[in-house]
């Protein structure tokens, strides 16, 4: 065993063992554990940690722990998943990891037009509910609602994290909710040291989190509450909501094909001053940039007669520019030609032209 293992996010090395935990002997588990974080992801997790174990593990005592709906007790969750569910476009929910079913019986009743399904490796019982169903197999993806609740933390391999992502349709939402490693001082368990195991080996922040989340996952709400539980009064949660956004373009490719459309929504004003000569209105940042490739003045520079400022004279000895500058002042010279204006337009803008230049075609960029 290494003493410091990768961290299973980033796969840099990751700290020191924060603690060394012994257990009895359980099949499929380890009898001995490190705790180990990493600072970058702001995370710890324990070691060794094989996933085939874990695996045979919760498979063998899933047969021991069905119940169905059991006692639901965690009334803030379901409200938050209400919330969310009554003032959005979802029509089916899937809660993967659903235990005893009781979360989705709650939604399933307040909530009749929606589908649920459950799914667990043991959940292949019955439901009293039309609009409500569980199985044991691995369910099918696009959902519009995938409910991840204390669910990642027992995972040990992290890919398997990821791939559940896939779960989620287009535009869906997945709500992921796990212990708040942060709240662990100020919500203590009756027993020492409880929430440091060997089946809780993952303890994630936020952004561990979205570091395990796919490009195209995005932010839609989050916050920590107390969690109702059986044996202190309360459990520190945390949760998070993300929006499938993958189906929209990433953010280099959103800003190229956003310059594109703008150069054709602005090709035909270009063709129409390509054959006119014209004063230049403003030589602040709306100008420059209209020169720019694309832009309703690019290669029309030997079209502009002079440019209108206020600081006409300024500009004039101090602009490395080949303009020619002119003082909005002179008037009667400017009256009757084409004007661009690349001021940004206010409501008086437009009066203020037609006063000053009752003769000039106005063209605004
Ligand atoms: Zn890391």
């Not at 519009?144 to 398997?160: G, Y």
């Not at 203590?188 to 989190?209: E, K, M, T």
């Not at 090709?267 to 230049?280: E, K």
Request: hydrophobic letters at 40%; glycine letters at 8%.
């Amino acid at each position: 065993m290494a003493l410091t293992p990768p961290c299973p996010i980033c796969g840099r090395e990751a700290s020191s063992a924060i603690a060394g935990l012994c257990f009895g002997d359980k099949p499929h588990l380890p009898s001995a554990i490190t705790l180990h974080g990493c600072a970058d992801c702001d995370f710890a997790f324990t070691w060794p940690r094989d996933p085939f174990g874990y695996r045979d593990y919760y498979a063998a005592v899933a047969n021991d722990t069905a119940q169905r709906h059991g006692q639901y007790r965690n009334h803030p969750q379901a409200d938050i998943l209400a919330n969310l569910i009554g003032s959005r476009p979802i029509r089916s929910v899937l809660d993967f990891g659903c235990g005893g079913g009781g979360l989705l019986h709650v939604l399933a009743e307040r909530f009749p037009q929606v589908r649920f399904l459950g799914f667990d490796v043991n959940a292949n019982f019955p439901s009293d509910l039309p609009n409500l169903r569980f199985t044991d197999q691995f369910p099918q993806d696009g959902h519009d609602l995938v409910i991840l609740s204390h669910v990642i933390e027992h995972m040990a391999d992290i890919s398997q994290i990821k791939a559940l992502f896939d779960l989620v349709g287009e535009d869906g939402l997945v709500h992921i909710e796990m212990p708040d490693p942060k709240h662990y001082i100020s919500v203590p368990q009756p027993h020492f040291g409880y929430y440091v195991d060997r089946l809780h080996i993952n303890h994630f922040s936020q952004r561990a989190l979205l570091k395990i989340a796919p490009q195209g996952f995005d932010v839609l709400i989050g916050g920590t509450y107390r969690m109702p539980y059986a044996l202190g009064d309360f459990y520190p949660a945390q949760y998070v909501v993300l929006q499938n956004r993958r189906h929209e373009q990433a953010v280099p490719e959103a800003i190229d094909a956003y310059l594109q459309a703008e150069a054709q929504r602005w090709a035909d004003i270009r063709a129409q001053l390509h054959g006119r000569r014209f004063f230049i209105y403003g030589f602040g940042d709306n100008f420059h940039r209209s020169l720019s490739p694309g832009g309703p003045l690019h290669g029309l520079e030997g079209n502009i007669i002079a440019v209108i400022d206020r600081n006409a004279a300024t500009l004039a000895t101090s602009s490395r520019s080949a303009f020619q500058f002119m003082d909005p002042s002179e008037i009667a010279r400017i009256d009757g030609a084409l004007i661009v204006c690349t001021v940004s337009q206010f409501s008086d803008l437009a009066e203020g032209f037609r006063q000053a230049y009752p003769n000039s075609e106005v063209q605004y960029l």
